[in-house]
């Protein structure tokens, strides 16, 4: 089964502006780690929920009930406030790879996929993009148009890339950014993609409410 990793922090919550960056930054590293580890065995587990906070309380919830498995983690929200870009990455991917090993210890489960998770995601430099599942060719014939996302720690940027027949990209234009970085958030940009002539791509939202238009010449 694909194991459904959830990161959050019951302190973002008392304290949004302290530990709101770490909250929604989380998901772009969790997100990727899912997708690395790929499909493995948990036998009944389902989930893992991560739970950060400067300290940990002395009720909290730990261990497994209902399918989910409740870990904490205490973090430094200071340190994470003075670092780059990049060191916060690798802090939400530490915290996400001890906090799996520690389930998966508990558990009996093999480590060697989360192992590998996170040195696939440290070898790619943290990278987290993805196209959407349509696309369309020019009337021409001759160039595709995609969609493209980036996910970052603060938004998820999203982009129509043209291509030539070979995939080799020819021009990319930005044409929306999703707040809160979460990938099920961007599904409004998940929609069809068409062409009007050979230079104007239109993408349609899945409700059709909303077009987006990026024009190349």
């Known amino acids: 089964m694909s194991l459904n990793i959830i990161d959050i922090s019951s302190q973002h919550i008392k304290s949004p502006s302290r530990w709101g960056e770490m909250f929604w930054g989380s ?4 997100e990727l780690f ?6 493995i065995d948990t036998g009944r587990i389902r989930k893992i929920f991560i739970e950060i906070g400067s300290k940990k309380p002395p009720n909290c919830m730990y261990g497994e009930f ?3 498995w409740f870990t904490w983690h205490v973090a430094d929200i200071d340190a994470f406030h003075r670092s780059t870009d990049r060191e916060k990455k690798q802090m939400l991917l530490d915290i996400t790879h001890e906090s799996t090993i520690e389930v998966a210890t508990v558990e009996g489960w093999d480590r060697t996929p989360f192992d590998r998770a996170y040195s696939e995601i440290i070898a790619t430099d943290f990278q987290n993009e993805w196209y959407s599942r349509e696309k369309a060719k020019s009337p021409n014939g001759d160039r595709v148009a995609r969609v493209l996302f980036f ?9 129509i890339v043209v291509t030539d027949r070979r995939a080799r990209e020819l021009a990319r234009q930005h044409i929306g950014t999703v707040c ?7 599904v409004d940009y998940a929609g069809k993609v068409f062409w009007e002539g050979n230079n104007m791509v239109i993408l349609q939202s899945p409700s059709r409410k909303q077009t987006w238009k990026a024009r190349f010449d």
Do not use: K, M, N, Y
Not at 27 to 30: D, F, G, L, S, V
Not at 151 to 159: D, K
């Open 27 to 30: 998901h772009c590293i969790t």
């Open 180 to 186: 809160q970085p979460v990938r099920t958030f961007a």
């Open 66 to 68: 209902d399918q989910i």
């Open 151 to 159: 996910h970052g720690l603060r938004s998820i940027e999203v982009h």
């Open 34 to 39: 899912r997708q690395r580890l790929g499909r």
